[in-house]
C-alpha cells in the first residue's frame, strides 16, 4: 500500500505538468481548427454584412476559416448567452453590438448574462454612427431649425424606432433629453418598416444607420446630422449634432467579444488578426458604404472593456432620465 502511494505522489506532479503543458502547446498553436464568429441578428442585416465583407481577409490574418454563423432572437440575448456558455478556447466568438453589451442591459433585469463579468473583451472594431433623419414634409433644413420646431410644437411630433429598447430609440432618447424636446415615441418591428413610415409622413423623422441612402439622395427623406464625435466618412459634408450645438453620440457599434477565461495569448492573437483585417484601403471604403467605421487604430482590449463600462451607465441613465420602464 506504501508503494503504491509513493507511486501515486510521484505520478500526480507529471500528470500536472502534462495538462499544463499541453494547454500551452494548445494556446500557441491558436487557431489550428476554424474560428466561429456568432452573430445575434438573421443574416442580411448590418452586422451579418459587416462579418461577411472581412470574412475572407480575416481568414488569410487567422490563418484559419472564419466562420460567420446567426444565432437571431431575443434582441441579441441568445447569441449572447450562447457564447458565454462556450468553452473559452478563442474558437467561439460574439460579434457584440450597443444592443448586446450596453442597452439591452440598461432596459432589461432578467438578462442571462452580465456584458462585463461573462466577456473578455477582444476589440471594438468598428463605430456605427446614427444619423438624424426626418420627414421630407418637415419644414426644418439643418438641427437647430428642427429643434426650434420641436420646442414650438411640443405634442405634433412623433420619431420611429425599430423596438423598445434598441439603438434607434434610445438615441431619439437622448437627443430629446439633450435638445430639450418632445416627440412620442413609435415603435416597429424593424427599421425597415420605421423608414417606410418616415417616407409616408407617418412619423416625423428617426435615427438610422449612416448607410448610403436613395431616399436621401432623392430628397424624399432629410438627414440633418450624424450622431457622432466626427463627422461621418460616408457623408463628409454632413454635420455632427455636437458641431450644431448638441453633444449627442450614438452608435450601434461592433465589436468582439471571447468567453470569460479565453487565455490573454489567444485574446492577442484574434486582436492581431483583427487589426491586420481592417487596415484594409478596399474593405474601408465597402464598410463606409454600409454605413460602418472599420476601427483603424491599435486595437485595445483593455480599452474596449472601459468602453463597454462606459456604454453601460451611460445608457442606464438615458432609460432612467426618459423613465422608462425596465422590464
Known amino acids: 500500500?506504501?508503494?503504491?502511494?509513493?507511486?501515486?505522489?510521484?505520478?500526480?506532479?507529471?500528470?500536472?505538468?502534462?495538462?499544463?503543458?499541453?494547454?500551452?502547446?494548445?494556446?500557441?498553436?491558436?487557431?489550428?481548427?476554424?474560428?466561429?464568429?456568432?452573430?445575434?441578428?438573421?443574416?442580411?442585416?448590418?452586422?451579418?454584412?459587416?462579418?461577411?465583407?472581412?470574412?475572407?481577409?480575416?481568414?488569410?490574418?487567422?490563418?484559419?476559416?472564419?466562420?460567420?454563423?446567426?444565432?437571431?432572437?431575443?434582441?441579441?440575448?441568445?447569441?449572447?448567452?450562447?457564447?458565454?456558455?462556450?468553452?473559452?478556447?478563442?474558437?467561439?466568438?460574439?460579434?457584440?453590438?450597443?444592443?448586446?453589451?450596453?442597452?439591452?442591459?440598461?432596459?432589461?433585469?432578467?438578462?442571462p448574462y452580465d456584458a462585463q463579468k461573462d466577456f473578455a473583451p477582444v476589440a471594438l472594431i468598428a463605430d456605427v454612427p446614427l444619423v438624424l433623419d426626418v420627414s421630407a414634409d418637415v419644414?426644418?433644413?439643418?438641427?437647430?431649425?428642427?429643434?426650434?420646431?420641436?420646442?414650438?410644437?411640443?405634442?405634433?411630433?412623433?420619431?420611429?424606432?425599430?423596438?423598445?429598447?434598441?439603438?434607434?430609440?434610445?438615441?431619439?432618447?437622448?437627443?430629446?433629453?439633450?435638445?430639450?424636446?418632445?416627440?412620442?415615441?413609435?415603435?416597429?418591428?424593424?427599421?425597415?418598416?420605421?423608414?417606410?413610415?418616415?417616407?409616408?409622413?407617418?412619423?416625423?423623422?428617426?435615427f438610422n444607420i449612416a448607410a448610403e441612402s436613395p431616399y436621401v439622395a432623392a430628397g424624399t427623406v432629410k438627414r440633418l446630422g450624424v450622431a457622432s464625435e466626427d463627422r461621418f466618412a460616408g457623408s463628409p459634408d454632413l454635420r455632427t449634432l455636437k458641431e450644431a450645438g448638441y453633444d449627442v453620440v450614438a452608435s450601434s457599434w461592433s465589436g468582439i467579444f471571447a468567453p470569460a477565461g479565453t487565455p490573454d495569448v489567444v485574446v492577442a492573437k484574434i486582436r492581431a488578426a483583427l487589426e491586420n483585417t481592417l487596415q484594409d484601403p478596399e474593405l474601408e471604403k465597402r464598410l463606409i458604404k454600409i454605413g460602418f467605421v472599420p476601427n483603424k487604430e491599435k486595437l485595445d482590449s483593455e480599452k474596449f472593456g472601459t468602453f463597454v463600462a462606459y456604454e453601460l451607465k451611460k445608457w442606464r441613465q438615458v432609460v432612467d432620465d426618459a423613465h422608462i420602464e425596465r422590464n
Open 1 to 111: 500500500m506504501r508503494k503504491i502511494t509513493r507511486l501515486l505522489f510521484c505520478l500526480l506532479p507529471m500528470a500536472a505538468l502534462h495538462l499544463s503543458s499541453g494547454k500551452a502547446s494548445a494556446e500557441s498553436n491558436y487557431p489550428d481548427r476554424p474560428v466561429r464568429f456568432i452573430v445575434p441578428f438573421a443574416a442580411g442585416g448590418g452586422q451579418d454584412i459587416f462579418m461577411r465583407l472581412i470574412q475572407g481577409e480575416l481568414s488569410k490574418n487567422l490563418g484559419e476559416t472564419a466562420v460567420v454563423e446567426n444565432k437571431p432572437g431575443a434582441a441579441g440575448v441568445i447569441a449572447a448567452n450562447y457564447v458565454k456558455s462556450a468553452k473559452p478556447d478563442g474558437y467561439t466568438l460574439l460579434v457584440g453590438t450597443a444592443s448586446t453589451h450596453g442597452m439591452l442591459q440598461a432596459m432589461k433585469d432578467d438578462i
Open 139 to 206: 419644414k426644418a433644413n439643418n438641427t437647430k431649425e428642427f429643434v426650434e420646431l420641436l420646442r414650438q410644437n411640443p405634442e405634433k411630433y412623433t420619431y420611429a424606432s425599430s423596438g423598445t429598447g434598441g439603438p434607434l430609440h434610445l438615441a431619439g432618447e437622448l437627443f430629446k433629453k439633450v435638445a430639450d424636446v418632445q416627440a412620442m415615441h413609435v415603435p416597429y418591428k424593424s427599421s425597415g418598416q420605421a423608414q417606410q413610415e418616415l417616407l409616408a409622413g407617418r412619423v416625423s423623422f428617426f
